[in-house]
Structure formats: structure tokens, C-alpha cells
């Protein structure tokens, strides 16, 4: 009794987490694993896809002092503010997630001496650097990077937490708690929101694991919530036996947890509308697209994608008055200048 009632203590203490976004691994009878998530935001994102080949020389993004890199394997990706690699998955099958979590702190005062890396870069670090869930986490466990995030131009700070997932039924979440980056890992890691940090989300879920999710589930779009509600379906639906089926029942997982378009609230700014969905399957290596504005679901099949060295990279625009894609979209791609990744202006918010 007095571990349910510390539990529901906490819990009503996070109600005011209100920032935006879900994510679920689901893995299929066959064995097949698939990422799905929310993107929710109170304005549009000019989000785009993009196709970033192998052999990019890449840096941090934050001037000197930023980390260099090559990229080992190409990628699809989804951008907002064209400043931000959001979310996506490399050729190996590697699929990263970026949620808010306004709980971060990366500890940059204490990591004088390390390459620095902007906020905006971390995902796409990962998916250009690393094959699996496993290679990420072992090179990241030394957390030897600083993590550079200006504020918002709304003041707020720019924190952000990511999950990795893999073809090998591998899971990982990653933030900086406290100035120190901390990794779960594991594939039982199979649920993602935003606030609070992922161990008290831990606790919530052993909280209505034990209440039941048959009997009774909190019904609201706070993040805490969203959570419960991701990790009951997540478990009550079926495992399927098709490809077809699974990316269906993920995508149906999310848009339950979505948050119905045109929803806000002006003193909660980050509980916002769900703008867009995407679907990961990993084995296939298909990466689908649901925009909330369009009747239809499109994909990227990377399997017809040029990544070799020297390929251009492309973009795709995804939204807008005239903007109708469906099916199959790899052709689709224009060749375009990649974008800048989010960095601090003189006035230490972000420069665009």
C-alpha cells in the first residue's frame, strides 16, 4: 500500500509534463521489428525528408571545438526548422528517435576539453557512425561529447533525449540527466515519451501494470499518460505474421495515442496537435510517413536508394497546399544542399 501510494504521488506530480511526442518498438511473431512515433508541436516544423549518402564529411555544427566526421552509412531522415535531424533510419537498419525532454541537461560547463556537438546533430551522428543499437551505446558509454542545444527562440531550452532500435530486437534511450548521459538498454525498452526523465517513466509503468490497463487507463495528452496508454497496447495487441500487418498495428498504436489536430492549449504550449507519424521496419528496410494533413501513407523503400559515395543528397518536401505524395516515393527526391545544424547565436539562443 505505501509503494502504490508513493507511486500515485509521483505520478500526480508529473501531470504537469505536457511536452509532446510517443514512440514504440513492437517486434512481430516472425521476429521482424518496427519503430513507430508521434511528432506533436504546437506550429508547423517545415519538416522534410532527406537521403544522405555514405562519405559525408560532416562537423558539429557549433564552430570550433566541434566533432568531424565521415559518414559510414547512408540515411533517411525526417528534418524540422531545417536545422535538426528529428528522426530516421541508416542503411544497417538503425533507426533513431529524437523526443523533447525539457529534464535535460547536458553538463557543458563541466566538459571543457571535449568535441562539441550541436544538439541538432546528435541523431544523425548516430545514423551516419554506427550499424546497430549495440555500437552506438558502446562508443557512446564514455560520454565524451559535449552536447551543445541553444535555447528556443521562445526562450524555452532546446532538450531533447533519443531512442535507438534495431533489426536485432535491441532498444536503447539516451539522455543527459543531471550533466551525465544516461543509457537504458535493452530490449524491453519498447516505450518512449517525453517528461519525465525515462526511470521515473519506469516507475509509472510499474504503478498501472499494476492497476491494469483492462480496467482503467489515464486518458489525457501529458506525456505521462501517453506513456501508460503506449505501454498497455503495446502489449495487448497481437504479435502478427506479416509485414503488412505489423506497420497497420503500429501505426495504429500511435494514432491512438496522437493528439487530435487542432488542440492546443496557449498555457501549455508543447501539448500540441500531432503533425506527423512515422513507421521504421527494420528488417525490410521501409520507412513510412504519415502526414496528419494528408489522406494517404507514404514510404521510402532504402533498398532503392543510391547512398554510395559521391551520391547526391536529396530532400523531399512533404507538406503543403500542393503537396500530394502516396506510395512508394524514393523517385521523388530532388538534389539539394544539405542543411545547417542547429547552432548558438552571439546571443546564445539559436542562429538560423
Known amino acids: 500500500m505505501a509503494l502504490r501510494l508513493s507511486l500515485l504521488l509521483l505520478l500526480s506530480s508529473l501531470l504537469q509534463a505536457t511536452e509532446a511526442c510517443s514512440r514504440l518498438f513492437y517486434e512481430s511473431s516472425s521476429g521482424d521489428c518496427f519503430t513507430g512515433r508521434s511528432m506533436d508541436w504546437m506550429e508547423s516544423l517545415n519538416s522534410k525528408l532527406w537521403i544522405f549518402p555514405q562519405g559525408m564529411k560532416r562537423d558539429g555544427g557549433v564552430g570550433p571545438g566541434s566533432m568531424e566526421w565521415t559518414s559510414k552509412y547512408g540515411s533517411v531522415v525526417t528534418s524540422i526548422y531545417d536545422f535538426a535531424s528529428s528522426d530516421g533510419m541508416n542503411e544497417a537498419g538503425l533507426v533513431a528517435n529524437m523526443l523533447y ?94 517528461s519525465p526523465s525515462f526511470d521515473r517513466q519506469l516507475a509509472i509503468k510499474e504503478y498501472w501494470e499494476e492497476i491494469g490497463g483492462a480496467n482503467f487507463l489515464p486518458g489525457t495528452h501529458r506525456a505521462a499518460d501517453r506513456f501508460s496508454r503506449l505501454n498497455y497496447n503495446l502489449n495487448a495487441v497481437p504479435k502478427v505474421n506479416s509485414s503488412h500487418l505489423a506497420v497497420a498495428t503500429v501505426l495504429s498504436i500511435i494514432r491512438h495515442t496522437s493528439v487530435p489536430l487542432g488542440i492546443s492549449d496557449p498555457h501549455k504550449p508543447n501539448q500540441a496537435s500531432t503533425l506527423w507519424r512515422t513507421v521504421a521496419d527494420h528488417s525490410a528496410g521501409r520507412y513510412y510517413f504519415e502526414l496528419v494533413t494528408s489522406l494517404s501513407v507514404f514510404w521510402v523503400d532504402l533498398k532503392n536508394v543510391n547512398f554510395s559515395e559521391g551520391a547526391h543528397v536529396k530532400n523531399l518536401v512533404v507538406e503543403g497546399p500542393d503537396v500530394f505524395l502516396s506510395g512508394e516515393v524514393s523517385g521523388s527526391f530532388v538534389p539539394a544542399k544539405p542543411f545547417r545544424f542547429l547552432r548558438p547565436g552571439p546571443d546564445g539562443k539559436i542562429d538560423l
Request: proline share 3%; aromatic share 6%.
Open 101 to 194: 525532454l525539457v529534464e535535460s541537461d547536458y553538463g557543458v560547463e563541466k566538459r571543457a576539453g571535449q568535441k562539441k556537438l550541436s544538439g541538432g546533430a546528435w541523431l544523425q551522428y548516430i545514423l551516419d557512425s554506427f550499424p546497430s543499437v549495440a555500437s552506438a551505446v558502446e562508443a557512446q558509454k564514455s560520454d565524451s561529447i559535449c552536447i551543445v542545444a541553444p535555447d528556443l527562440p521562445t526562450g524555452k531550452k532546446s532538450g531533447i533525449h533519443l531512442s535507438l532500435s534495431d533489426a536485432s530486437n535491441n532498444s536503447a534511450i539516451l539522455e543527459y540527466i543531471d550533466g551525465n548521459l544516461v543509457i537504458h538498454e535493452g530490449s524491453e525498452f519498447r516505450v518512449m515519451t517525453n
